[in-house]
């Protein structure tokens, strides 16, 4: 669902938490979601970017919402680290195994 190209933003937490569920620890857990993002991004976008002269061109409504997506992942990810680390006294740097 993470993967798909236009996924319903209300049911990105419930899928993230599903994730998180399904993760072996925190460090698993991260390295899934930051995977997913690397593969939703275009390795050749910046080429595509890239204009005849050198200029930027304009992003696509495509472009926008993917990135939006990826934004909304990543702030997501962080939110459910930072409820672990709340519940569990900061945890002090270490990666935390789930409980």
Same mark, same amino acid.
């Given at each position: 669902? !993470?993967?798909?190209?236009?996924p319903?933003?209300d049911? !990105?937490?419930?899928?993230v938490?599903? @994730?998180?569920?399904?993760?072996?620890?925190e460090?698993?857990?991260?390295?899934?979601?930051v995977?997913?993002?690397a593969?939703r991004?275009d390795?050749?976008?910046q080429?595509? #970017?890239?204009?005849?002269?050198g @200029?930027?061109?304009?992003?696509?409504d495509?472009? @926008?919402?993917?990135? !939006?997506?990826c !934004?909304a992942i990543?702030?997501l990810?962080?939110?459910?680290?930072?409820? @672990?680390? #709340?519940?569990?006294?900061?945890?002090?740097?270490?990666?935390?195994?789930w409980?």
């Amino acid at each position: 669902m !993470l993967l798909h190209p236009d996924p319903q933003e209300d049911l !990105l937490p419930a899928i993230v938490d599903i @994730v998180r569920k399904l993760a072996a620890s925190e460090h698993d857990f991260v390295r899934i979601l930051v995977e997913l993002i690397a593969d939703r991004r275009d390795p050749g976008e910046q080429a595509r #970017q890239a204009g005849e002269a050198g @200029v930027p061109k304009m992003a696509s409504d495509a472009d @926008v919402r993917n990135h !939006l997506h990826c !934004l909304a992942i990543a702030r997501l990810l962080l939110e459910r680290i930072h409820e @672990v680390r #709340q519940c569990r006294g900061g945890g002090g740097g270490r990666i935390l195994l789930w409980g």
